[in-house]
């Protein structure tokens, strides 16, 4: 016998697996101290700035620009909202509470709209304020937040397609069994 389909069961694990992975990576592009922004004589975080060589880097702190607290306060909302629907994904998948997954699909689109308009605002203003001259890269923890992001937009897609298959879900559905 041969079974077709996905093992929907599973997205029970799935789901709340890859919102762990997004909160690890929000939280490495949050703490990260390096890794926004990489050039020869400069690099920057979401917090700071260091411009000058080895040995002595001379710090500078974003947070006085406007822009930069307001990407920092989006990116830490978008996470606060990613968290709360890692939690929920518990109650709505393990303990079969199927009403919460619209709920969380849309939650976690809000949080991308927050994400997305930080990833925007940070490239935009650091290049038209900090950028005196050289080559700069957006480096590493900056792709972590975009990585987080993507992460976020694929279980929000999930999350809102879930309840059309509740059955299948919590494994109340017949299987369906093709002869050949």
Same mark, same amino acid.
């Given at each position: 016998? +041969?079974?077709?389909?996905?093992? &929907?069961?599973?997205?029970?694990w799935i789901l709340p697996l890859l919102l762990l992975i997004a909160? $690890?990576? !929000?939280?490495?592009?949050?703490a990260a101290s390096s890794g926004w922004v990489d050039s020869k004589y400069n690099?920057? *975080? @979401?917090? !700071? %700035?260091?411009?000058?060589?080895?040995?002595?880097?001379? %710090?500078?702190?974003?947070?006085? &620009?406007?822009?930069?607290?307001?990407?920092?306060?989006? @990116?830490? #909302?978008?996470?606060?909202?990613?968290?709360?629907? =890692? $939690?929920?994904? =518990?109650?709505?998948?393990?303990?079969?509470?199927? *009403?919460?997954?619209? /709920?969380?699909?849309? #939650?976690? +689109? /809000?949080?991308? @709209?927050?994400?997305?308009?930080?990833? #925007? $605002?940070?490239?935009?203003? =650091?290049?038209?304020?900090?950028?005196?001259?050289? !080559?700069?890269?957006? *480096?590493? *923890?900056?792709? +972590?937040?975009?990585?987080?992001?993507?992460?976020? $937009?694929?279980?929000? /897609? +999930? =999350?809102?397609? @879930?309840?059309?298959?509740?059955?299948?879900?919590?494994?109340?559905?017949?299987?369906?069994? &093709?002869?050949?």
């Open positions: 016998m +041969f079974k077709c389909g996905l093992a &929907f069961p599973r997205c029970r909160i $690890i990576f !929000d939280i490495i592009a949050l690099y920057a *975080s @979401l917090w !700071d %700035q260091y411009r000058g060589r080895e040995p002595k880097w001379d %710090q500078t702190s974003l947070m006085e &620009f406007g822009w930069a607290k307001a990407t920092a306060a989006m @990116l830490i #909302i978008g996470c606060i909202l990613l968290i709360i629907c =890692f $939690i929920l994904s =518990f109650l709505a998948l393990c303990k079969g509470q199927a *009403s919460l997954l619209k /709920v969380i699909g849309l #939650i976690l +689109f /809000v949080a991308v @709209l927050f994400q997305v308009i930080a990833l #925007i $605002i940070y490239p935009v203003k =650091f290049t038209e304020t900090q950028i005196k001259n050289g !080559d700069y890269e957006y *480096s590493w *923890s900056y792709g +972590f937040g975009w990585g987080a992001t993507i992460l976020m $937009i694929g279980c929000g /897609v +999930f =999350f809102c397609c @879930l309840p059309k298959y509740e059955e299948e879900l919590y494994g109340q559905a017949k299987p369906i069994y &093709f002869y050949g």
